[in-house]
């Protein structure tokens, strides 16, 4: 023990006398957790910190460390369980992304997990298949381990840990004394606008949180004489309704989106919802215990400095997790917000009708608090066979170029179906892919495949959608826009819009998830999501003949709905003696 | 034999028939250079050759045009380029020389009659539009529309200017559009031996010149138009097209109106009666005998539209920029504005090296004037409608049709007007009452109105929207509204349940 100890405090000195610092002495100091007088350079760069001559000094040393192959060694000096974690993540191998496109392209019969992004790395590029060649080009730009180099036009994306991590950029400042470097700035607070630097296209839920709705591509208003209201280059966007969370609040991604949840578990999962940690009643109906057992949540406290450790917080259902930001305060529950410790008291699940209505047992709190869906609607893959464009995995043009086309846009209030996690989920699109390949012999268009996903779209409000809006709105239901209509033979529907005409090689609309009768027109990649069946249709519209008049949750019809159905049949009811004359 | 039809079709419409594969473009390449070749050995074939591309040079004055057709790749040509189709109607002009003043010999009465029709005057458009600008003269007419004045300051200077340049590129007396169809042959066909047309009545084809894309007309046949950026230009063809777009625009396809299912056209409603006297067709003129079952009584204030129209074309916020400045690269995407003219003048200029000048026509003088119009909406919808009270008594739908945001920037940069909704201290936007052709015999469900949202849901998303000024109409008045909650409407509606 003595030897160890004089050997930690012999490094500690050698350390803190790295030569270093003899040249780079024009480099300012980084955050106060990684200090560099306490821990030198060579310990995150590498390199022979004794050394005084450049090139003995330089060897084997990294310019990122952060990049998940030197993390491995370096970070993992004291973060190794961290960095085991996050390579296993979706973040870094997309593999969900990947096995799923490769099942909507026709490719697998079922989704099975493969290596995403690594995988790839070692394919050559003739060899990959249709699915595999859209991924590379389109998809995998986005990947925390990205190399950041190559974005000359575009926000840069990936670096490894610094991908999320980093919250103040490396600079170079020239002036009368020399250039100064400064280094970039590490913590555990992420902003949000780390986060949307990915999340912000498919499901769009980085955008939809803060409001922001992807446009037709008007550019609308124009100000100044421009297209206004730019997300990139060729993107467009205009503000609705954000989420409470965020128009409340100001709540961030990190607030929700625990370290366990974001970086994952060590295991390697098929789909980002196995993944996902929170769910809203984590947080409001929340099960605390002691914060004692839980050491893991005092060091993230600690290296936070914001959210003081209460007695008692709040532990995901899902995972056991601690969230340290969440805490009891007598009767409250309170969350600190990460970015600076503010105090918000979270309004519980209250004991309310509309909560505890048996009927709706089986509804995701999204389902309802949703206000709009971003629904893109159409995807009209174009690939030309001899053009060529820049495969973000390989880094270099390869053969094989992709052109992208939709037929239309809509922010309606959501349509429903079973989702992933066989609760009645909000739905959208997801993809309806229709393939046209262009290759020497003219063109082909060899499948179309055309499903729905279902999703959170992060546009929580306090007031949830209205009975009507779901139990007499086709578009809810899934059969797309119409008109529905009911009468004592039953119900019927006409869809407005007609994909035969409109050139689509489908036989039905192309927002209608499934027909009246039950048929299921469009597919879902999760084996458990599926669109309403006959039986469920018929039951939420029959629903609206009771609502029609009884359109409040805590009428007393609803106390027992069942047996209320059966006092109505029997004619016990005032609106029976005047219904079933 | 099929290789000499594709060649003179070539020659004539100036690109291989829609319905030819790949395959018969490079047929029809194979085949000119045969000619070529055969040329300099048969006279007459090279006189004929020689004739073909003279006319074919002055019609299109594009001679490039022939030789990327054999140079391009017939995939990239074929994917890259709009669909244009102009050289068709040119050449008919060179050939036809049938005017205005051919018909006048016979028939100088209806001439006189047609100076006080509305198609000629354009009256109720112009002053409709120039009134929410706020200028109070309403008797202006296509004839006698000023000139713009030469200093702006506010968005009422502009109109004038705004309706000449792109609102009036549809007018009978256009000569640029369609040199061959303006006046009499605007609606009224020449060759009485076509199936479609007739020497009186207008085909449909003719009315829908006009009628169409954000208006009333097209929409009888379903049509939706697409939004204006590149990516919406879907679904490719088998051939790899884009949609056709001869509006302008190419369209979504909806439901269709069940007279149009049925083989009616324009004319058998818009008889010449009513065309002549400016009226509106009334649906009971022959829907005499309305079950009494399926109208009650309560519901005799409503007009048949308000239920029977299944969708309408509403576009929201219609923006508008003058820009005097050559200043194109923000438009890359967004050539397609349903304007054929701009969208030309604008892949020529991204085209070259050296961009022209940012001129365009008055439709009216015919003179190129500095300065283009370019547009863009805020979106467009087909599901929602609103119910207002009309002028004349009834319910009706009322549709967006001048949310007005105006900008204008002159030739050295300045914005001497930046996305201005308001003058006067009212804003330019206006919802008018409007007949959607999209009838359908099932109406409507009674939810669609007595639950829609515009009217009732207080936290509907973009309330704004609905908020400008109605002509010859108003609000429903909350007595209506709680009307359509009332104990009665419930009743009556749950007993159509059991």
């Known amino acids: 023990m003595k030897y160890l100890l004089t050997a930690l405090l012999f490094f500690n000195l050698l350390y803190s006398n790295e030569s270093c610092l003899n040249c780079h002495s024009n480099t300012t100091q980084m955050d106060g957790f990684h200090d560099i007088k306490k821990i030198g350079c060579a310990s995150c760069h590498g390199g022979d910190g004794s050394a005084l001559d450049k090139t003995d000094a330089h060897k084997n040393m990294v310019l990122h460390p952060a990049r998940l192959e030197h993390a491995k060694i370096f970070c993992g000096k004291c973060h190794e369980e961290v960095i085991k974690r996050v390579q296993t993540s979706i973040m870094n191998s997309m593999s969900g992304v990947l096995d799923t496109l490769k099942f909507q392209f026709k490719e697998t019969a079922k989704i099975t997990q493969s290596g995403g992004i690594q995988q790839l790395r070692a394919k050559p590029a003739a060899?990959?298949?249709?699915?595999?060649?859209?991924?590379?080009?389109?998809?995998?730009?986005?990947?925390?381990?990205?190399?950041?180099?190559?974005?000359?036009?575009?926000?840069?994306?990936?670096?490894?840990?610094?991908?999320?991590?980093?919250?103040?950029?490396?600079?170079?400042?020239?002036?009368?004394?020399?250039?100064?470097?400064?280094?970039?700035?590490?913590?555990?607070?992420?902003?949000?606008?780390?986060?949307?630097?990915?999340?912000?296209?498919?499901?769009?839920?980085?955008?939809?949180?803060?409001?922001?709705?992807?446009?037709?591509?008007?550019?609308?208003?124009?100000?100044?004489?421009?297209?206004?209201?730019?997300?990139?280059?060729?993107?467009?966007?205009?503000?609705?309704?954000?989420?409470?969370?965020?128009?409340?609040?100001?709540?961030?991604?990190?607030?929700?989106?625990?370290?366990?949840?974001?970086?994952?578990?060590?295991?390697?999962?098929?789909?980002?919802?196995?993944?996902?940690?929170?769910?809203?009643?984590?947080?409001?109906?929340?099960?605390?215990?002691?914060?004692?057992?839980?050491p893991k949540a005092a060091m993230l406290s600690a290296l936070n400095g914001s959210v003081p450790l209460a007695k008692d917080i709040a532990i995901t259902?899902?995972?056991?997790?601690?969230?340290?930001?969440?805490?009891?305060?007598?009767?409250?529950?309170?969350?600190?917000?990460?970015?600076?410790?503010?105090?918000?008291?979270?309004?519980?699940?209250?004991?309310?009708?509309?909560?505890?209505?048996?009927?709706?047992?089986?509804?995701?709190?999204?389902?309802?608090?949703?206000?709009?869906?971003?629904?893109?609607?159409?995807?009209?893959?174009?690939?030309?066979?001899?053009?060529?464009?820049?495969?973000?995995?390989?880094?270099?043009?390869?053969?094989?170029?992709?052109?992208?086309?939709?037929?239309?846009?809509?922010?309606?209030?959501?349509?429903?179906?079973?989702?992933?996690?066989?609760?009645?989920?909000?739905?959208?699109?997801?993809?309806?892919?229709?393939?046209?390949?262009?290759?020497?012999?003219?063109?082909?268009?060899?499948?179309?495949?055309?499903?729905?996903?279902?999703?959170?779209?992060?546009?929580?409000?306090?007031?949830?959608?209205?009975?009507?809006?779901?139990?007499?709105?086709?578009l809810a239901i899934g059969l797309g826009n119409g008109i529905l209509d009911m009468n004592r033979n039953g119900i019927s529907f006409m869809p407005y819009y007609d994909s035969n005409r409109s050139g689509l090689p489908i036989n039905y609309p192309i927002d209608a998830l499934i027909s009246k009768e039950g048929v299921r027109f469009q597919s879902f990649s999760r084996d458990s999501a599926r669109g309403f069946n006959k039986q469920e249709v018929n039951k939420i519209v029959n629903a609206y003949k009771c609502i029609i008049c009884h359109g409040e949750y805590n009428d007393k019809i609803y106390k027992d709905f069942k047996k209320s159905k059966k006092r109505f049949k029997k004619g016990q009811t005032p609106c029976a003696r005047e219904l079933l004359k | 034999m099929r290789r000499l039809v594709f060649s003179f079709w070539f020659l004539v419409f100036g690109k291989a028939p829609r319905s030819q594969s790949i395959e018969a473009v490079k047929n029809v390449r194979k085949f000119y250079l045969f000619v070529i070749l055969s040329a300099a050995k048969n006279l007459f074939t090279f006189i004929m050759l020689g004739f073909f591309a003279a006319l074919r040079m002055t019609a299109i004055g594009k001679f490039t045009e022939i030789i990327t057709f054999f140079t391009a790749s017939p995939y990239k040509k074929r994917i890259l380029k709009p669909n244009i189709s102009k050289s068709a109607a040119i050449l008919v002009a060179l050939t036809l020389t049938l005017n205005a003043n051919s018909c006048i010999k016979c028939h100088s009465n209806k001439m006189q009659e047609c100076k006080s029709n509305i198609h000629f005057t354009l009256k109720k458009a112009i002053n409709t539009t120039r009134k929410t600008f706020g200028i109070k003269d309403s008797n202006i007419t296509l004839q006698t529309l000023p000139l713009p004045p030469k200093v702006i300051k506010e968005p009422k200077d502009l109109v004038d200017d705004l309706l000449r340049r792109k609102c009036l590129r549809c007018h009978l007396t256009s000569q640029t559009v369609n040199p061959t169809q303006n006046l009499c042959l605007a609606c009224h066909n020449p060759h009485k031996n076509r199936a479609d047309s007739y020497k009186a009545k207008p085909a449909q084809g003719k009315c829908l010149k006009c009628h169409n894309g954000e208006f009333i007309g097209s929409d009888y046949l379903g049509k939706f138009p697409h939004d204006y950026d590149k990516s919406y230009r879907s679904p490719l063809d088998k051939e790899g097209f884009y949609p056709q777009s001869k509006d302008g625009i190419d369209y979504h396809y909806l439901a269709q109106d069940i007279h149009h299912k049925k083989g009616l056209t324009c004319t058998s409603c818009h008889n010449k009666k009513i065309a002549k006297n400016w009226l509106k067709p009334k649906c009971t003129a022959c829907h005499k005998n309305l079950s009494a079952k399926n109208h009650k009584s309560y519901h005799s204030k409503i007009s048949c539209t308000a239920c029977h129209a299944s969708w309408m074309v509403n576009s929201y916020n219609l923006n508008l920029l003058r820009d005097d400045t050559p200043n194109y690269k923000q438009w890359k995407r967004l050539t397609k504005q349903f304007d054929p003219k701009l969208e030309s003048f604008l892949i020529n200029a991204l085209k070259s090296k050296t961009p022209p000048p940012p001129k365009s026509l008055d439709y009216l003088d015919n003179k190129e004037k500095s300065g283009i119009w370019y547009s863009g909406w805020k979106f467009k919808r087909w599901e929602n409608f609103w119910l207002v009270n009309s002028k004349y008594g009834k319910i009706e739908l009322a549709k967006p049709m001048f949310q007005y945001k105006i900008s204008y920037k002159d030739k050295n940069g300045t914005m001497v007007l930046d996305n201005i909704s308001q003058t006067d201290g009212k804003k330019i936007e206006a919802f008018l009452i409007k007949h959607p052709h999209t009838i359908t015999k099932k109406p409507k469900s009674c939810e669609q109105c007595h639950n829609n949202p515009i009217l009732f849901d207080k936290t509907l998303i973009n309330k704004n929207l609905f908020q400008g000024t109605l002509i010859n109409a108003a609000p429903l008045t909350k007595k209506q509204l709680k009307k359509m909650h009332s104990k009665k409407y419930k009743l009556e509606r749950a007993k159509n349940f059991f």
């Open chain 1, 317 to 474: 259902r899902k995972k056991g997790t601690p969230l340290y930001n969440v805490a009891k305060d007598g009767n409250k529950t309170i969350i600190y917000r990460k970015r600076d410790g503010k105090k918000f008291i979270i309004p519980k699940l209250g004991n309310k009708p509309y909560h505890n209505l048996k009927i709706h047992k089986r509804l995701d709190c999204s389902a309802c608090h949703s206000k709009w869906m971003p629904s893109c609607y159409g995807c009209h893959e174009v690939y030309f066979k001899n053009g060529k464009q820049y495969d973000w995995i390989k880094h270099k043009k390869t053969k094989g170029q992709w052109m992208e086309l939709r037929s239309y846009l809509r922010y309606e209030s959501p349509a429903l179906a079973i989702g992933y996690n066989k609760k009645i989920m909000p739905t959208a699109p997801g993809c309806q892919v229709l393939m046209t390949i262009f290759d020497k012999n003219g063109t082909s268009q060899p499948f179309h495949s055309f499903a729905y996903a279902a999703w959170s779209p992060h546009t929580t409000s306090k007031e949830a959608r209205s009975c009507i809006d779901c139990h007499f709105n086709p």
């Open chain 1, 127 to 294: 060899k990959q298949s249709l699915a595999e060649d859209h991924f590379s080009k389109l998809c995998a730009a986005c990947h925390i381990n990205q190399d950041e180099k190559i974005f000359k036009n575009y926000t840069p994306r990936g670096g490894g840990c610094v991908d999320c991590h980093r919250v103040a950029p490396a600079k170079i400042i020239s002036g009368n004394g020399g250039i100064k470097i400064i280094h970039p700035k590490l913590s555990t607070k992420i902003p949000s606008k780390n986060c949307l630097k990915c999340h912000n296209r498919s499901n769009r839920i980085g955008l939809s949180y803060f409001g922001k709705f992807e446009s037709e591509g008007y550019g609308t208003p124009f100000i100044h004489g421009k297209l206004s209201h730019r997300l990139d280059k060729s993107r467009f966007y205009y503000d609705l309704p954000a989420d409470i969370h965020h128009s409340k609040g100001g709540l961030e991604c990190i607030d929700c989106h625990s370290e366990a949840g974001v970086m994952g578990d060590g295991k390697k999962h098929l789909h980002m919802e196995d993944a996902l940690d929170i769910s809203c009643s984590d947080c409001h109906a929340p099960n605390f215990k002691p914060s004692q057992n839980y």
